[in-house]
């Protein structure tokens, strides 16, 4: 090409070297058809007046699609794209001014031949050649541009959209000099550094040092072409920041490094507060008293148990994963387990049921069972709880046995007590009476009669006091503490027997011992009180007989020990057979004694667990039954006692 | 109207000592009247269905303790008051009993009167001359009242 400077270039400081005359143009360059062709926007000469158009460029017959001849033949408002009138009025308008001014310009819709219309910029000047008002048109084609930039700017909007939309993030576009070159998004606020200050800076300058000592290794790695993800807290919040590089067309070198940051400060304490509820049940399904078992609703398969489930049922986790509570054994019926679900299953459901459940080891337990269901990692659940309850039905029930006894003991001592005073009152008024009858006597001077009186009153007295000392023992029955031990009921026997010997021996009485006597569990002292009484009653009531036999013995039983005193004598009507046992009774008004020995008897009895009772003996006679409960087979412990008011005693040292 | 040897005061009580004072305080009294002493219920109800009328005769008066052994003095209360052939022989018990609930009782099952056995011996003597002079002289009572 030619060098700036030759020839007909005039040197700086030198008049112009030209040949050619001043304020012409050069004839060489003047035959401008090429130029004007050339040019790159249409280029349109029109008559003012009328808007007919004189002469048009390439590319203004481009631009409408129109050969020049067919231009020619037009008015320039009539390629117009809006209406004709208007156009026409609007286009003269603009004419008028550029005439009087000598420019004008605008923005004009025009419509192509094919009926397209486009925008363009249209200035309109005084055509400098001849000397008529013709006014040149130069049109630009703003349509492609118009179009670029709504395009652009559409395309502008709907990433500001997107970025505005973009859910608690951020995007941050960075270059390979660590300079940022875009960021955006609605996080970008929270940060407290504004777009503008990052924008154009380097991440060093813009960004806080600890946060920019996190992401420059990420930075690096990304621009060297890596694709990754990293949770990073900026302050006090939590984001992910998703690293992607951004390749140039080729495909072969990372232009930018593009990090889209998401807030994931909610998520993640989301996840914590979950974490830390499921710690907290955890903690509590571990420390929990009661038993605690997570089945699967469908099969009833057991999946999770506490340790209070191991210690109340006896079986160790391992074990009890993976089995059904049928397979355990832990119900004490096939049924139980359909029952208790229907229960507590429905709408209206109690919070618990009371059922009984079986231990690894055979015994039953009570518990207090509850159920809900639950869903655990999407699959229906039953949580089951089962509170152990043993110890307390065993203390209900033994409060309520004593409330009973409570209450019966109160109703005898209040027919206890009528009966006492009412019984007390009888020697009283014989005394009484008798003094009467001393102080006639005594007047009359009847010494013998004064004799049987003070006898009878003597009598009376002592009477009232073996009234009181029985009456004492027999409310003592059950009320001190007792011996209980294991005896040989043959001991017990002969000891009776050996109290009797001289009352056997003036009755001149055979007495026969026709069984072997089995163990049984009380007290030795009262027991030997019962059989005493019993044979001294036999004795009594022989009458007339003149070989008075009492036997004693024991008669099978499969839950008692059942011993019986048989005797000859006068025998009891059956129809008194109950009477006889209570208070103050006498067969014989006439006999010694105050009418309280069959009723300790009863008592004592009672207080072992046991009974008496009286049965016609076989030809004369009568024979009284008495049983006790079997020992069991073991030593004797304190909760095996029989029931009654042995509970309340302690054991024998020894036993 | 008076009174027949024959008359009889059926006495129900088991306490000999008791019966002993009673026995003797009647014996004493002026008007003679022979006393049938039975020491249990059982044998009080023998004597009264007791066929032979003429060896012993219907009693005037059944003087009846309440604590009795084999058949109880209620039970007989209520068996005389409740058999028509023995309805109207008047019953009055003699106890040691003051017992609101053993009163009640004894009047509900008709008792004629009910008495509590007093604690000293005269008051015992007065008590038994009143009861046999109004039950056993009744009628004779009676006439002098109306007439005065």
Redesign the interface.
Known sequence: MAEWGERDEPRLGEPPNVSVSRGEPRSDYLAGRDVFDALEDGVVAFDPALGRILDVNRKASALFGLDPAQLLALCLWQLSAADVADAQHSMAAFASTAVATGQAQFDWRFRRADGKPFWTEVRLLRSPVGKNRWLVAVIRDTDALKAALEESRLADERYRSLVKNLPKSAIILCDQAYRIVLVDGPEVGLSGITKEHMEGRTIYESLPPDFVAAIEPNIRRVLAGESFSAEIPFDDLWYTYNYVPIFDEAGSRVVYAMILAVNVTERRRAEDSLRKSEERFLRIFQSSVDAIAVMGAADGVILEVNPAFERTFGWRRSEAIGKTTRELDMWPDPESRERVLHQLVQGDAPDYVERQARRRDGTMLDGMVSLREIELDSVACYLCTFRDVTEHKRAERERERLFAELTARNAEMEQFTFTVSHDLKSPLVTITGFLGMLQRDMAAGDTARMQTDIARIGSAATKMMRLLSDLLQLSRIGQTAQSIERLKLSEVVHDALELLSAAVSEGKVQVELVSDFPEVVGDRVRLTQVVQNLVENAIKYMGDQSTPRVRIGVRPDPNYVVCFVSDNGVGIDPRYGDRIFGLFEKLNPRSEGTGIGLALVRRILEAHGGSVWVEAGVERGSTFVFRLPRPPSSAPSFAHAPEGALRRSQPKEGS | MSISAEEVLLYVE?????A??VL?TLSRHKSPVRVVHV??G?AALAYLRRPDAQADPRPRLILLDL?L??VDGFEVLRIVKSTPSLSTIPVVILT??A?DLDVARAYRDHVNSYLV??????S??ALLQEVSDYWLCRNEVSLEAVSE
């Open positions: 088991d306490d000999p000592d008791h002993e004072l003797d020491e249990d059982e604590r052994p084999k040691t009993s017992s056995k007093p604690d000293d011996y005269d015992l003597d």
